[in-house]
Structure formats: C-alpha cells, structure tokens
C-alpha cells in the first residue's frame, strides 16, 4: 500500500525562521507588521494576516512573474511603484521554493561585503 504523501504549505513561521537564518537579518515590526532586514535594509515582509510575503523583486522579473504565475505572485497597489512582489504561502511548491525566494530577496537588500563572505547564497543550483 502506497502512503499518500501530505503537502505541507510554508507558512509564516517558516518565513520567520527561514529569513533570520539568513546572515546579519534582524526583525523589526514597521507599519504594524513583522520586516525582516540584512544590514538594516528591508528584503521581507509579512503583511497583513501573514498568508502572504512581501519580497524585493527587480520590476521586470516581477511582472513576468505575475504574468506567468498570477495565482502564486501579486502586486499590491501601492507597492506597484517599487521593485517588490507578494508571494502567496499557500501556492508555494515547498519550503526550498521559499528558502529561494527569501534568499533571492537578501541578495537584492545585502550590502556587498555580506555577498562576498556568503557567494553562493540563494542562487540555485544548475541541474
């Protein structure tokens, strides 16, 4: 007999603990919700009722994002201007797609005396 197997969805504690094992993060709440900072500069949030994250994502990458996975990937009105995108917890794959995303995002915000001593962080392996 097969076991059926259970997706677990990340939520916003995986957020929390995937984002402050990153080097030099630190929380902070701003504007009533958890941030997550490398360095002081914001690469994460959890916005409103924690089901989603709000990531650093260069414009372009982000509308094609949006384009290509509008159920996993929004823009929120007044963040439309910046290079930020949500991420829907629920319609991430698994907590490596997070890891990803969340690493991804530090890379942006990190000055680069962090993204020397950490090369290879975030950045996908090639298969």
């Known amino acids: 007999?097969?076991?059926?197997?259970?997706?677990?969805m990340p939520d916003a504690e995986d957020v929390r603990r995937i984002a402050l094992s990153l080097p030099d993060t630190t929380e902070k709440i701003a504007w009533g919700m958890p941030t997550f900072?490398?360095?002081?500069?914001?690469f994460a949030t959890l916005p409103e009722d924690e089901t989603s994250t709000a990531v650093r994502?260069?414009?372009?990458?982000?509308d094609e994002l949006v384009l290509a996975e509008p159920g996993k990937f929004w823009i929120a009105e007044h963040e439309a201007g910046?290079?930020?995108?949500?991420?829907?917890?629920?319609?991430?794959?698994?907590?490596?797609e997070l890891s990803d995303i969340l690493a991804d995002s530090w890379r942006q915000a990190a000055p680069t005396r962090l993204l020397e001593s950490h090369?290879?962080?975030?950045i996908p392996a090639v298969e």
């Open 37 to 42: 900072r490398v360095a002081g500069k914001m």
């Open 82 to 96: 910046f290079a930020w995108v949500r991420v829907r917890l629920a319609a991430l794959e698994d907590e490596a």
């Open 1 to 8: 007999m097969a076991l059926a197997t259970v997706r677990v």
């Open 119 to 122: 090369p290879g962080l975030g």
């Open 57 to 62: 994502c260069p414009k372009v990458e982000r």
